[in-house]
């Protein structure tokens, strides 16, 4: 995915590396290749722009353009802040002493939900946990069906409440988790196309039913630059805790998943 733009990186880091002393203009220069890069790749107008800006105040100090190697230490630079901007630290998912765990998902539909639910089941499994899924999504067609066969497939049970409201549904799975000693419940919530009133109130009122420990939301890397409004108002609705990438093995450009962090503060992992 993010191939094109670390050959553009790259043949810039290149080209710094084949002069002596760098001047100003040399500087300016690059940070403008370093900008066009991050657009193309469809990274947010105003990350770029703040990463830029605070990339060529670290570049432009003494200490950097009267080193000896002044290309490798605005190479450094610049890598160091491209860390920084996608997360420099390792998240890991945090469990309370609470049973059963609840870690909620929330996202638009496409974006990846259900299949994130299982591999994160998977994973806690593969750790020594007992995972249940609930399935909230009641709109999608066959949304419990795709969960249960998922499910099925790698040994995790799915608590589906046929019939019920996803509220009711997800308090359900509590309690079946309690009677069944399942010490985590991945609850999967609905989607829709794009962001609107009814799905926002759900996951709000699920929340609340609930009380997860965590709530992540499942982004798809292919999004682009309108994933900066999708999670900026999941944000101010959910108050989410982490943002779960998906689709990065896709051949979109991938700036959306470079701006996520930047954006909402929140970690991040794929």
């Not at 002393?21 to 403008?32: Q, Y």
């Not at 002493?97 to 939900?113: A, E, Y």
């Not at 798809?220 to 108002?233: C, E, K, P, R, Y």
């Not at 450009?253 to 701006?259: D, F, P, T, Y």
């Amino acid at each position: 995915m993010f191939d094109s733009l670390s050959d553009r990186l790259n043949d810039t880091f290149d080209r710094l590396r084949g002069k002596g002393k760098l001047t100003e203009a040399d500087i300016t220069s690059a940070m403008r290749d370093i900008r066009m890069a991050l657009l193309e790749a469809d990274v947010n107008f105003k990350v770029v722009k703040e990463f830029v800006a605070k990339t060529k105040e670290r570049c432009m100090t003494a200490e950097v353009m009267e080193s000896l190697s002044p290309a490798q230490n605005v190479v450094k630079i610049v890598l160091d802040e491209l860390t920084e901007m996608l997360g420099s630290t390792e998240s890991k998912l945090v469990f309370s002493n609470r049973i059963p765990n609840v870690i909620m998902l929330v996202g638009l539909q496409g974006s990846g939900k259900t299949t994130a639910a299982v591999k994160l089941a998977y994973l806690l499994k593969k750790q020594g946990r007992s995972p249940l899924l609930a399935a909230c999504d009641v709109y999608r067609p066959a949304a419990a069906d795709q969960l249960a066969t998922l499910g099925g497939e790698i040994g995790v049970p799915v608590f589906r409440g046929d019939g019920e409201h996803p509220v009711d549904i997800a308090k359900g799975a509590i309690q079946e988790a309690v009677d069944h000693l399942r010490d985590v419940v991945i609850v999967d919530t609905a989607g829709r196309l794009q962001i609107d009133e009814q799905m926002m109130q759900e996951a709000v009122d699920i929340k609340k039913a609930v009380k997860p420990d965590q709530v992540l939301m499942v982004v798809d890397a292919m999004t682009g630059q309108d994933i900066v409004n999708v999670v900026s108002t999941f944000a101010e609705r959910t108050d989410f805790d982490g943002v779960i990438i998906s689709k990065l093995d896709g051949d979109a450009r991938g700036g959306g998943a470079l701006s996520v962090r930047q954006v909402t503060g929140k970690p991040s992992n794929s």
